[in-house]
């Protein structure tokens, strides 16, 4: 067997490793943009307790403060498949490939979009989407209808619908919406 240096102990070692795994995250947060697309959480400026999931240029979700939400990758792929949004808000910005096929996850709604920005509300017994800009298609998983949003529409769903609308948003509403994410 080949020993270069001399023998650590086990104080040593630990503390070696402590050290290589606080330096990690760093490291493969940086290697990660650099590998273009793939994700990352950086820090919040607007709320330090909530991280944005940054996916290069390609994918921004910013959850509002106390937002449950995991990204879900398909193998091989670098960029998420798909967000499943739990409860809370987010805000998408998504400016992916147009082949690329991406959707959010909530327990009433799926919604998929191509290059747009909007946000999605997941509370008990609602799931509300809204655009901001763009185009997103949001189906109703109880129903298995779907509508087309653009621009300033939005559309609530809950377990007891029996048809969906989408409708404009008042300024108000989108105002406190927008407040949750500080913009």
């Not at 398909?74 to 082949?99: E, F, N, V």
Request: charged share 20%.
């Amino acid at each position: 067997m080949f020993r270069i240096g001399p023998k650590l102990g086990d104080a040593a070692v630990s503390a070696l490793l402590l050290a290589v795994l606080a330096l990690a995250p760093a490291f493969f947060a940086s290697e990660a943009a650099r590998a273009g697309g793939a994700c990352a959480f950086v820090a919040n400026d607007r709320d330090p307790s909530a991280k944005i999931l940054q996916c290069g240029q390609e994918l921004t979700v910013r959850p509002a403060h106390g937002a449950r939400f995991r990204a879900i990758y398909t193998k091989g792929q670098a960029l998420p498949s798909a967000i499943r949004l739990d409860s809370g808000a987010i805000l998408i910005d998504d400016h992916l490939k147009s082949d690329a096929q991406f959707q959010i996850l909530t327990p009433l709604a799926i919604a998929a979009v191509r290059g747009t920005r909007w946000a999605m509300e997941v509370a008990p017994a609602k799931t509300s989407t809204l655009v901001l800009s763009g185009v997103v298609a949001v189906t109703n998983r109880r129903l298995n209808q779907y509508v087309v949003l653009t621009d300033g529409e939005g559309v609530d769903i809950t377990p007891t619908d029996t048809s969906m609308a989408q409708k404009r948003w008042g300024e108000a509403r989108v105002r406190a919406l927008m407040a949750r994410f500080g913009e």
